[in-house]
Structures are given as structure tokens and as C-alpha cells.
């Protein structure tokens, strides 16, 4: 049965995060991803502090290990996103801009480091760059797949947890990418194909994932301490820097509101799903 929940959870994260954003991306304002950003950064770092952390600690004596396996894996996240195998999936993902007017912006940078929004182009660099979004989404659907195995393996209600802040974290990722890639120049069937194509990822990570823990059942604790340097690094580093681009106090006390919506949500879930 644990494969049967692994399997559901990596099909919920990946393909339908897919088609619900592209629903939303029919019916609700872009301007509102901030919304589903904000909760997504809640449920995720309510999953690591209040789930993940404290039962790694329990399950093991290996206190310094896992300490520096986690610090390892947010060093190694960071690596990764150095050498653009992924960061091109937040950039124009959860991190989307838009003017007052609606239109799409993303953050490019100054040679002093300072942001600076500019529109998409339909053309030569837009395709490119909308090609980068699909590499980097399927990058990080696969590392996705793992938590959610991890979790699984490790306890059941590690595992729903850890799939309601992947999905919650999901859905604005795909509605953003999804808008990029129409911006870029796709037509919206040919964006919807290659979302859909990309969250495959998700499944791979986690079967392959849940073999390798059959096999290495003795380093689980490795596979749930990069599960929460990877929660930690996207919600840090990605997702809360976007939050920043929208400073009136009516933004920061809705995206506060709703960082403790995601929280709460994970707590909630935490009183009413057994072991």
C-alpha cells in the first residue's frame, strides 16, 4: 500500500498541480498567484518544523549527521540553481511579476544587483528561455517524487503531509510556468503537453525513490533530511524573495495572513491524521 500512496500523492503533486493550473490560468487573475505563493511557503515550512525535523531527530541518534546532511543539501541546492538547472523554474514561476496593467513581467537584474522587471519576448529568447522553465520544472518535479517517497516510506503521516505542501507548493509553480511558456510563444495545448511531460518527473523520482529506500533502508533519514533542505531552500530562497517584490502593508499583512493560513493548515492536519 505504500507504493499505491506514493504513486497517488507523486500524480496529485505532479500531473494534476498541471491541469488545475491550467484551469486557474483561465479563470483567475495572474496577479493572484502571490495568494497561493504565500500559503504554499506556510504549508511547506510548517511540514519541515513541525513534522519533518522533529521526527528525524526522534528516529535517530545520528544528530550531527543529519544536521550536516541537511546542511549539505541546501548547500547542494544552491549549487545546482549556480549552474541554471532549475533556477529558470522559480524565476518564471512562483516569482512572477506583474504591472499595474497586468502584463507579465520577470525579474531581470541591473549590474548592481538590483532587480528590475522587463516583459517576455514571443521570440528567439522567449522560446529559449521557455525551453529552460520545462528542463528546470522536471529537475524539481523529480526532486518533488523523492520527498514524497521519503515521507511515505518513513510514516503515513509524514507522507500526506509532506504531499499537501508539495501540491500546495506546486500549483503555483505550474500556473506560473504555465503562463510563461503562452508568453514565450506556445500555444496553450503545446504548453499544457510539455507541464504535463515535465511533472512525469515526479512519478520517476518517487518510484525510484521508494526502490532505493527498499534496498538502503538504513539511510532513510539521509533521503527525509534532503527533503527538508529542499523544502527549506525553495521556500527561503525562492518563494519568500518574490513575496518581497510587493512591500504596501495591505500585501505584507494578506501574505503574512496566509504564510499562517499554510501553518495552521499542516497543524490542523497534524491533530487529525494518525500514525
Known amino acids: 500500500m505504500t507504493l499505491?500512496?506514493?504513486i497517488t500523492a507523486a500524480l496529485m503533486g505532479g500531473a494534476l498541480s498541471v491541469l488545475l493550473a491550467a484551469l486557474l490560468a483561465?479563470?483567475?487573475?495572474?496577479?493572484?498567484i502571490p495568494v497561493f505563493?504565500?500559503?504554499?511557503v506556510g504549508a511547506m515550512l510548517g511540514v519541515v518544523f513541525l513534522e519533518l525535523l522533529p521526527h528525524i531527530f526522534e528516529s535517530t541518534t545520528r544528530y550531527h549527521a543529519s544536521a550536516g546532511w541537511i546542511l549539505a543539501g541546501i548547500l547542494g541546492f544552491f549549487v545546482l540553481e549556480k549552474l541554471v538547472l532549475w533556477r529558470h523554474n522559480h524565476d518564471h514561476g512562483a516569482s512572477l511579476v506583474f504591472d499595474e496593467a497586468g502584463v507579465l513581467q520577470t525579474a531581470?537584474?541591473?549590474?548592481?544587483?538590483?532587480?528590475?522587471?522587463?516583459?517576455?519576448?514571443h521570440e528567439g529568447g522567449g522560446r529559449s528561455s521557455a525551453w529552460m522553465v520545462i528542463i528546470g520544472d522536471g529537475f524539481h518535479n523529480f526532486t518533488d517524487g523523492l520527498a514524497i517517497a521519503a515521507a511515505f516510506?518513513?510514516?503515513?503521516?509524514?507522507?500526506?503531509?509532506?504531499?499537501?505542501a508539495i501540491i500546495a507548493h506546486e500549483l503555483?509553480?505550474?500556473?506560473?510556468?504555465?503562463?510563461?511558456?503562452?508568453?514565450?510563444?506556445?500555444?496553450?495545448?503545446?504548453?499544457?503537453?510539455?507541464?504535463?511531460?515535465?511533472?512525469l518527473a515526479t512519478m520517476v523520482g518517487a518510484v525510484l525513490s521508494y526502490f532505493m529506500l527498499q534496498a538502503l533502508e538504513e539511510y532513510s533519514f539521509v533521503f527525509?533530511?534532503?527533503?527538508?533542505?529542499?523544502?527549506?531552500?525553495?521556500?527561503?530562497?525562492?518563494?519568500?524573495?518574490?513575496?518581497?517584490?510587493r512591500t504596501s502593508l495591505g500585501d505584507s499583512i494578506a501574505q503574512f495572513a496566509l504564510i499562517g493560513l499554510g501553518v495552521g493548515s499542516i497543524w490542523v492536519?497534524?491533530?487529525?491524521?494518525?500514525?
Open 4 to 6: 499505491v500512496y506514493i
Open 26 to 32: 483561465w479563470r483567475v487573475q495572474p496577479r493572484l
Open 37 to 40: 505563493v504565500s500559503y504554499a
Open 108 to 121: 531581470g537584474k541591473h549590474d548592481d544587483g538590483h532587480a528590475q522587471g522587463h516583459s517576455h519576448s
Open 153 to 164: 516510506v518513513t510514516d503515513f503521516k509524514l507522507g500526506v503531509l509532506t504531499s499537501i
Open 172 to 199: 503555483p509553480q505550474e500556473l506560473g510556468d504555465f503562463l510563461v511558456l503562452i508568453h514565450s510563444g506556445f500555444s496553450k495545448k503545446r504548453a499544457l503537453f510539455w507541464n504535463l511531460v515535465s511533472s
Open 224 to 245: 527525509l533530511c534532503l527533503a527538508v533542505s529542499s523544502m527549506i531552500y525553495v521556500a527561503i530562497a525562492d518563494l519568500i524573495p518574490s513575496l518581497h517584490r
Open 269 to 275: 492536519v497534524h491533530l487529525f491524521v494518525g500514525h
